[in-house]
């Protein structure tokens, strides 16, 4: 028998349908078989969207209607969204849209969509490593789009994981998806929104069709390997010589763009030139020009970017209570400093905006210490931190508590027997190699950037070679006893007046080698560039004094090889990593070269291998 209530929202309903499929999303739920059942009758031609989904519902049959996915959602919960989404005004849907982003491009198209219909959106995440604690930002920004009225969808990017990391499996990609969608839901959970209406799709679902790779081609016929090479600089991970998998990265995220049929693209600001590679590009292929929000990137413990990829720099989202007093405690939060400080910056992008939840940001003290310091404002607490009112460890004991307030609720989840052999199984420990009885396990030699010995130096003493005019002979102070002496090929490169007493990056333990007849100790290391040909050496940071460690900003640290072996060929493994990225800072894996005064950059040869 039919409910006479149901008849009475067809109006809601229809409006609902103006932009889905079926009443809950995008995919057909139990809920929409039972406001089928309830209807009365046919719907009128003046509810054309309501219409619409009911002749598609009559196409099932009646056990494929008791399959549909069982939901919780009833009829008036989703009244009550349409109800609440059409009491916003267009300006009030802007200030949501655009809330704690760093950038908007094409703010004028949105303008123009908004007027008449709700925002279509994606989120893309490449299922690689475990999402950290920095993935509440995009989800903050998820709940302001869908409290705006926009139509979300979250792309589970596995073949884009795939092709930038190409040491997973599809079998382990497979349980890594699974993975993400459960996180991010709970994530959502977490911070109170609901995820009914989020459409949650896989990249392989789409990205393999036969209309998808010809677009694929297509692009590739009229993209410049340069092109392609830039999108991806921020992404991708960048090598010498790349692989053409990476080139292809960027090109698939801008197609995603017209398959999913979004008018705009969210990310992070790291993804600032793929989207202008999709604004540049798609349209040449005939498809429509999207608007692309990009929100802040939240640095790491260590202070550079959070990463899946640097175990110190990051909080997991199922990190225990004492993990995270463990990384706490570790991270860089030097007195009064303001512009190098992890610590200060999880207060900034996620705490303010995620976790606090109305309340006042609170340090609890005791008396004698000042007692309870409360902030209303970001901007309070860095200025108080710059003063130093506020102590390092008071900060850190604040940031603690609200993270563990922020995380329960996904550890919680993440207790079932299910998700745990999940989480298990998308990212197993690393396997220890067995010991045979009577023998010691064979040892699998790590090949890491600690191993490499690498050091500011000072030319004390430059001279011609002998019997090689394009070779200078170099002193070069590296805080030893007495001067190396270190043959380099700089002659075209660097007039001689400029070598004396400049401060250079120097690689100390390869293997003394004789270069026509003069033995090297050593190597400048270089941006280089064989096309034009460009050589200029690394500079150092201001205050920089010879023999100061040179090491990978986020990398394990370690004692170097006293001399590398070249058979093992350590230096010839990590060097294809190391590259001048184009603001000029020298990187390896994408991660900066530091030491203690600061980092290593190149003036003039961005862009460029490190040889």
Known sequence: MADPSVDSLTHQLDNLLLDQAFLTGFTPSSLDAEVLTNLSSQPSPSLPNLLRWYNHLKTYKQPELKSFAKTNTKVTDIVKMVVAENTLSVEEKKTLIN???QEVLGEDRIDEIIKTRDLKIYWGTATTGKPHIAYFVPMSKIADFLAAGCEVTILMADLHAYLDNMKAPWELLKLRTEYYEHVIKAMLCSIGVSVEKLRFVKGTDFQLSKEYTL???????????????????EVVKQVSHPLLSGLLYPGLQALDEQYLGVDAQFGGVDQRKIFTYAEKYLPNLGYAKRAHLMNPMVPGLTGSKMSSSEADSKIDLLDSASDIKKKLKKAFCEPGNITDNGVLSFCKYVIYPVALRGEKFTINRPEEHGGDAIFDT??????????????????KSAVEKYLNGLLDPVRKIFESPELKKLSLAAYPPPVKAKVVKGNKPAEVEEVA??????RIGKVVEVSRHPDAEKLYVEKIDVGEPSPRTIVSGLV?????????????????NLKPAKMRGVESKGMVLCSSREE????????????????????VEGEKEGVPDEVLNPKKKVWEKLSVDLMTNSDGFAQWQGNNLITGKGKITCASVKGAPIR
């Open 532 to 551: 034009p040909k460009e050589v200029e050496p690394l500079a150092v940071p201001e205050g920089s004094v010879p023999g100061d460690r040179v090491t």
């Open 378 to 395: 970001f901007d309070d607490l860095e200025q108080s931190f710059a003063k130093e009112e506020i102590h390092p460890g008071d900060l």
């Open 449 to 454: 950037t600690y191993r490499l010995d690498i």
């Open 215 to 233: 677009d694929v081609y297509r692009l590739s016929s009229i993209v410049t390997e340069h092109d392609a090479r830039k999108a991806g600089a």
């Open 492 to 508: 075209d490169f660097v007039p001689e007046e400029k070598m004396l007493n400049r401060m250079v990056v120097v690689l100390c």
């Open 99 to 101: 809330r704690n982003l």
